[in-house]
């Protein structure tokens, strides 16, 4: 069965960027939004996500999209690739899957798995990070949604993947995991990364200073950038490691394995707060292989 994507109208346009002439009023700077700790529901989370990555896409595509490549499936800033990994299975197997990539950004991964002979289904919260997909181009198709409601009929997906798309950011990820276990079919898996639960408890910061413990591992206050009227414009939300196994647990999954890539020699890129300084030390990335039995 052909995965349904029933969802709002398809992405046809080419990104525009639309430069000022001199003679227009240009809109005042808005003020930096202020940094802080508070909680941040579903909606508030996502509202403020879908917003962040609009605005950030251009930045995030022109910073990481050569570490990323236009085709290559890489897990996250340790640089660890699909083709090594194998975590979906081996290569050949991936012939002919449907397979649903959530939180795909630019759907760089969902390239590599069409290289592979799959059916990708590339699938975003941002409009602007998927103007960046049809810009590589590809033809895999296309889908603006919230992982906690996919415009899919249940049991359409042989296989699911997230490199860091959607679960650090949104505050009930039992419902995200229920609804990736509702739309694959059983015996299908759903492989997704996150930022290493330990990260937390130490500032973002690449180099010697964030080396140093500066909060609670423990504190699920989620991280929240918001502007001058209190509104959120970006939100984390930080689960343990042990969260994570009950989340995925909850959401029906069986959990195979988890993966904390270490950082290879070959790396020498910085990633905002990963670094070879604190990958050699600590991780960055925990990669979740779940089962739907
Ligand atoms: C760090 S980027 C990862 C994108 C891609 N996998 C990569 O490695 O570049 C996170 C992506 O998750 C998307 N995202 C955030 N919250 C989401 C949600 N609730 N549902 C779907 N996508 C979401 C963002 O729009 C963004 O494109």
């Known amino acids: ?144 949604a919230d992982a906690g409601a996919l415009p899919f009929a249940d049991g359409s997906f042989d296989l699911a993947c997230s490199a860091y798309g959607a679960l650090p950011f949104v505050a009930d990820p039992v419902r995200v995991l229920k609804e990736v276990h509702r739309v694959l079919r059983p015996g299908g898996r759903f492989v997704f990364s996150v930022t290493h639960p330990i990260r937390w408890a130490f500032p973002d910061e690449p180099g010697p200073e964030g080396l140093s413990v500066s909060s609670s591992y423990f504190d699920r206050t989620p991280y929240v950038e918001q502007d001058e009227e209190g509104h959120a414009v970006y939100v984390e939300h930080h689960r343990t490691i042990g969260d994570r196994v009950r989340d995925v647990v909850a959401g029906g999954f069986r959990l195979l394995d988890l993966v904390e890539p270490q950082w290879p020699a070959w790396n020498t890129q910085e990633w905002g707060g990963w670094s070879p300084l604190r990958g050699n030390l600590i991780p960055g990335t925990a990669i979740f292989v779940c089962v739907r039995d």
């Open 1 to 144: 069965m052909e995965p349904q994507t029933n969802t709002r109208e398809p992405i046809i346009q080419e990104p525009q960027i639309h430069e000022p002439e001199h003679s227009e009023v240009r809109e005042p700077e808005p003020a930096e939004p202020e940094a802080t700790r508070r909680d941040a529901g579903v909606t508030e989370s996502s509202r403020a996500n879908r917003g962040w990555w609009d605005r950030n896409a251009d930045d995030y595509q022109t910073e990481h999209g050569t570490f990323l490549g236009d085709d290559r499936f890489v897990w996250g800033p340790e640089g660890l690739d699909e083709v090594e990994a194998e975590l979906l299975g081996p290569p050949e197997d991936l012939k002919g899957k449907d397979i649903l990539e959530i939180g795909a950004g630019a759907a760089q991964c969902s390239r590599w798995l069409a290289a592979q002979g799959a059916r990708p289904v590339a699938l975003d919260l941002s409009h602007r990070q998927l103007q960046h997909a049809l810009r590589i181009g590809g033809g895999v198709p296309l889908v603006e």
